[in-house]
C-alpha cells in the first residue's frame, strides 16, 4: 500500500538508538550455525533480510531461538546439519544467497536456494564460479548466473583467487567454503570491501592472517559457539545522518552506530562535504567498533567519490545523492558500476527518482553527477521494491515543499523494520 508523506517544514531533534548492522546480524546466524556449541546474539536486526537467513538455516535443521533482538543458536557444526525437505528460500537477500552459496557448498547436505523476483536477477556466477574452482557442485540458470540454483555438498580444494569486483560477498562466500577445505585459499582483494567475515571468523576462534589486501586462511578450522554483540547498522544512521544534515533546524544523536572502518565511507563524505558532526567511538562492547555520533544542521559543498571510497559507502550512496543536492556546487560518484547490480539499478533508479523531485541530476556509465543546491518538489517515487530508494524518498520527503507519495514504503523493513517509527519519533511538526 502506498504511503503518502506530507511533512510541513519539520525540524528533527532527539536520540536514535541504531537497530543492529544487516551484514553483521546475516553473519551471526550463519557461523553460529557452522560453529560447535551455542552461540548467543544480541542486538540482532530483525528485517526480513536477516529472518531469511535464520529460516534457511532452520530447515537445515539448526536450532535458532529469537527472543526479540537476542539469538539463540545451538549446533553440533556443519556436519551435523540435516538435507532440508524444502527449497531454501533467501527473499530479497543477496547476502543470504551468496555467502550460503559458499557454506552450503563444503556441507554433507544437497539443497535448493532460491530467492525472490531481484535475487533472481542479480549475477550469481561471481560466486558459483570460483566455488566451482574449488570443487563445489552447483547447478542454476545460464550456468550458474541466476538462482534457482542446486547446491550437493562435496569435499572441497582451496584456491588462489584474485578477485575481480570489491564484492565482501564474493569474499565472503569464498572464504565460508575455504574453511571446509583442503588447504590454505588464499584471496586477493583489488580494493578492500567491508571485513565483517574476517572479524567474525576471529572471533568465533578461527586463525585467518589478513595482510594489506591478502587474506589466507587454513581449512578444516574449527569453529566454536561465542556471544556476538552486534553494532548498529551504519548504513541505516546514513539515513539519519542525512536528514540531521539538510533538515532545517536539526540536531540528532545516533548512538550504538558501527563504526568499521571498512564502513565508514559516509563519515568521510559527510565530512569532506562540511557537514556539522561529531564522533564519539569510546564504546566498546562488540567484536567491532561501535559509537555516538551527532549531526547538526549543516551548509553543505559538492564532493567528488570514486576509487576505494567506493566499496566503504557503496550502500549509502542513494543517500549521499539526495545530500548533494543540498550541496553547493558538484557532486561527483565514480568507479560506482556495481549500482547496477545491487537490489535494483541504484543508478537508474536514483536519477529518475530524485529527478521528479526536481533535483539536477545527471547518470553517468559509473555513477552519477548532480549539481546544487536545488529546492525539491513532491512527486510521485517508485521504490522499485528496493528499500535504499525507498528510505531515500522518505528522507527527501522532509525538505520538498509539497507531498512524496511512496509506491510500496513496505520495502523498507527488509533492512530498518522501525525506520518510520523512529523518523516520527524525532520529527517535530
Ligand atoms: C554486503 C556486502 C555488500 C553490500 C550488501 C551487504 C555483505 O555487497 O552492498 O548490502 O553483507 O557482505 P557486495 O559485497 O556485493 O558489494
Redesign the pocket.
Known amino acids: 500500500m502506498e504511503k503518502i508523506l506530507d511533512y510541513a517544514q519539520p525540524s528533527l531533534q532527539g536520540v536514535l538508538r541504531i537497530p543492529g548492522d ?2 553483521v546480524s ?1 553473519r551471526s546466524i550463519m557461523f553460529g550455525a557452522m560453529a560447535e556449541g551455542t552461540t548467543t546474539v544480541e542486538g540482532f536486526l530483525l528485517s526480513d533480510d536477516c529472518l531469511a537467513t535464520i529460516d534457511c538455516f532452520q530447515k537445515l535443521g539448526v536450532e535458532i531461538e529469537v527472543d526479540g533482538e537476542n539469538v539463540r543458536i545451538k549446533s553440533n557444526g556443519i556436519k551435523a546439519w540435516k538435507e532440508p525437505n524444502e527449497i531454501l528460500y533467501t527473499g530479497n537477500s ?2 543470504t544467497t551468496r555467502l550460503m552459496l559458499g557454506i552450503l557448498a563444503g556441507s554433507n547436505v544437497s539443497s535448493v536456494l532460491i530467492g525472490d523476483e531481484s535475487i533472481q536477477k542479480r549475477p550469481m556466477k561471481r560466486v558459483t564460479d570460483p566455488l566451482k574452482q574449488m570443487g563445489a557442485k552447483l547447478i542454476g540458470r545460464e550456468n550458474g548466473q541466476f538462482t534457482p540454483i542446486a547446491v550437493e555438498g562435496t569435499n572441497l580444494e582451496s584456491i588462489h583467487y584474485q578477485m575481480p569486483v ?5 569474499k ?1 562466500a569464498i572464504l565460508l567454503a575455504a574453511l571446509h577445505a583442503q588447504g590454505e585459499t588464499i584471496v586477493q582483494e583489488m580494493e578492500t ?2 571485513d ?1 567475515t574476517e572479524k567474525m571468523l576471529q572471533h568465533f576462534g578461527a586463525d585467518i592472517k589478513v595482510r594489506n589486501k591478502t587474506i589466507r586462511l587454513q581449512g578444516g578450522q574449527k569453529l566454536t559457539g561465542t556471544h556476538v554483540v552486534v553494532p548498529g547498522d551504519i548504513s541505516s544512521a546514513a539515513f539519519f545522518l542525512a536528514a540531521g544534515a539538510i533538515v532545517p533546524r536539526s540536531k540528532l544523536t545516533l548512538t550504538n552506530v558501527g563504526l568499521n572502518e571498512t564502513r565508514t565511507g559516509i563519515i568521510d563524505v559527510l565530512q569532506a562535504m562540511g557537514a556539522n558532526l561529531s564522533i564519539n567511538d569510546s564504546e566498546n562492547t562488540s567484536h567491532e567498533e561501535m559509537g555516538t555520533i551527532e549531526i547538526e544542521t549543516s551548509s553543505l559543498k559538492g564532493t567528488e567519490i570514486g576509487g576505494d571510497l567506493i ?1 566503504r559507502l ?2 549509502e550512496i542513494p543517500i549521499i545523492a539526495l545530500l548533494a543536492t543540498q550541496a553547493e556546487g558538484k557532486t561527483v560518484i565514480k568507479n560506482a558500476e ?1 549500482l547496477k547490480v ?1 537490489e535494483t539499478n541504484r543508478i537508474d533508479a536514483v536519477v529518475n527518482e530524485l529527478k521528479k523531485l526536481g533535483a539536477n541530476i545527471t547518470a553517468t556509465d559509473d555513477g552519477m553527477i548532480i549539481e546544487g543546491p536545488t529546492p525539491l518538489h513532491g512527486a510521485e517515487l517508485v521504490t522499485y521494491g528496493d528499500h535504499r530508494i525507498g528510505m531515500m524518498g522518505a528522507i527527501a520527503s522532509l525538505i520538498t515543499s509539497s507531498a512524496v507519495t511512496l509506491d510500496d514504503p513496505a520495502c523498507i523493513s527488509v533492512s530498518y523494520p522501525n525506520f518510520f517509527e523512529q523518523l516520527d519519533s524525532v520529527r517535530n511538526s
Open positions: 544487516k551484514s546475516h543477496g547476502t570489491a564484492s565482501a560477498q564474493v565472503s570491501s567491508r565483517h566499496p557503496i550502500d556495481e545491487k
